[in-house]
């Protein structure tokens, strides 16, 4: 196993050893591999709770808050989702070696571009011990061997799974070094594993604007931005206002500490009176606070609001906050465009929303949103691997190149062209 190699070099090293091999692996020998896997995280799923909890003993004490204690606790039943997520990895079709385009060229050359594996990818994250397994499941799967570098506030229950996923894969037939987890937390380690050029094919961050920052900075080795969801959603002046309810209430309040949860609320006008006022009653219920502007809270007062509600003045700042947290900022807008236009602002090109029976609308937000995701009468909450049908991801991209969206397994791969000839020269 890797996990306890000494330096960051030396991990790096072992896992680019361990890249070559599962390049050729059998897809037989890495399902194997990762029911494996599955298995031992349910039989020994008393081992990771006793390591989860010393984490979050340390979480209450260094009192990081709700969001983060929740992204870092584990039971017994998000385990066993773990181990399920596992398995729909290994059920899905190998990406590796899919034909991707071949054709015979007029000179009788034979083309074909496949997908291949990156080869080894880093994953940093912070406190989400979930990556540790899922991020390990999908490189696997897709033939990358995967060096892990968490938070030290999930230090203990990443070393359990790290430790759990590397022992398990080795026994069914994968190479020593196939997964890797460096220890720790320190600048110093970041800034030598953003830059083993020579070993690590990517690098993927998955946590907040502060450790994009830093990788920004430091990284030479190329990096895939796995970043953060200042999400949107619009309920237009056409919008099935009983659909809007649902929609907002689910991608606000189903889980507010996540990157595809809704941080911002835009209304058109013709809908703020008819909405507003029981929406907000509604999300008070569930404990979330309103920060909005003043046409959004004249809406909500000229259309029966309690007296006593609790209603924030949103500031220029709201709009540019992923609270990840209890906190909704509402707005109220002119038009589509307006709302376009706030979004371009604002948004962190993560996952957005309309509702809207209006389909000329619809089409409009489509193309004139620049995200990700982009939704119609759907919530925000949906942007995620398992329920795109990838089984798991690794993170959500922002960027364009290459992947944008749930990282998934053929995101997790490059591609290569196979020629062949007989006994071709050029003239």
């Keep these: 196993m890797a996990i306890a190699v000494s330096t960051v070099a030396d991990t790096c090293a072992g896992a680019k050893r361990a890249a070559r091999v ?54 017994s039943g998000r385990v066993d989702a773990i181990a399920r997520a596992v398995r729909q990895i290994a059920a899905l079709a190998d990406p590796v070696g899919e034909v991707i385009d071949g054709r015979r060229l007029p000179n009788g050359l034979d083309v074909r571009k496949v997908r291949v594996p990156l080869g080894v990818v880093a994953v940093v994250y912070e406190a989400r011990p979930n990556v540790t397994i899922d991020a390990a499941a999908l490189c696997l ?32 037939g994968l190479p020593d070094g196939c997964v890797s987890l460096i220890a720790g937390g320190g600048r110093q380690e970041l800034a030598e594993l953003a830059t083993q050029r020579d070993t690590v094919d990517l690098i993927i961050p998955r946590g907040g604007e502060g450790l994009k920052e830093a990788l ?21 002046a056409d919008a099935d206002l009983q659909h809007a309810h649902a929609i907002v209430i689910n991608a606000k309040t189903q889980r507010p500490g996540v990157c595809n949860a809704a941080e911002t609320l835009l209304v058109h006008e013709r809908a703020a009176g008819q909405l507003l006022p029981a929406l907000v009653h509604a999300l008070a219920d569930a404990d979330v606070e309103i920060r909005a502007d003043v046409r959004a809270r004249d809406a909500i007062e000229r259309h029966g609001a309690i007296p006593d509600l609790k209603i924030e003045d949103a500031d220029e700042e709201d709009w540019a906050t992923e609270y990840l947290a209890p906190v909704l900022a509402v707005g109220v807008v002119d038009s589509l465009e307006q709302a376009i236009e706030h979004i371009a602002r604002h948004g962190s090109g993560h996952s957005e929303a309309i509702v809207t029976r209006d389909t000329s609308a619809a089409r ?64």
């Excluded at 008393?46 to 010393?54: D, G, H, M, P, T």
């Excluded at 892990?148 to 790290?162: D, E, F, Q």
């Excluded at 900075?217 to 190329?222: G, Q």
């Design 22 to 75: 599962l390049a050729q692996t059998d897809t037989a020998v890495k399902d194997a591999a990762l029911e494996a896997i599955a298995l031992a995280l349910q039989t020994r799923v008393e081992e990771i709770l006793a390591a989860n909890e010393l984490d979050m003993q340390a979480g209450h004490e260094a009192d990081i808050g709700e969001a983060l204690l929740d992204r870092l606790r584990l039971d």
């Design 364 to 427: 409009a937000f489509q193309l004139g949103v620049d995200a990700a995701c982009v939704y119609v009468n759907a919530s925000t909450r949906f942007t995620d691997g398992g329920e795109f049908g990838m089984g798991a991801e690794i993170g959500n991209s922002t960027q364009k190149l290459h992947a944008r969206g749930p990282i998934g397994l053929r995101e997790l791969c490059t591609f290569k062209y196979l020629v062949e000839g007989d006994g071709h020269v050029r003239a």
């Design 141 to 172: 799967k897709s033939g990358n061997a995967i060096v892990l570098r968490g938070s030290s506030s999930a230090a203990h229950s990443n070393a359990m799974l790290a430790h759990i996923a590397a022992e398990a894969a080795v026994a069914a």
């Design 216 to 236: 920004q900075s430091l990284a030479t080795v190329p990096v895939i931005y796995a970043a953060s969801g200042n999400c949107h959603v619009y309920v237009d």
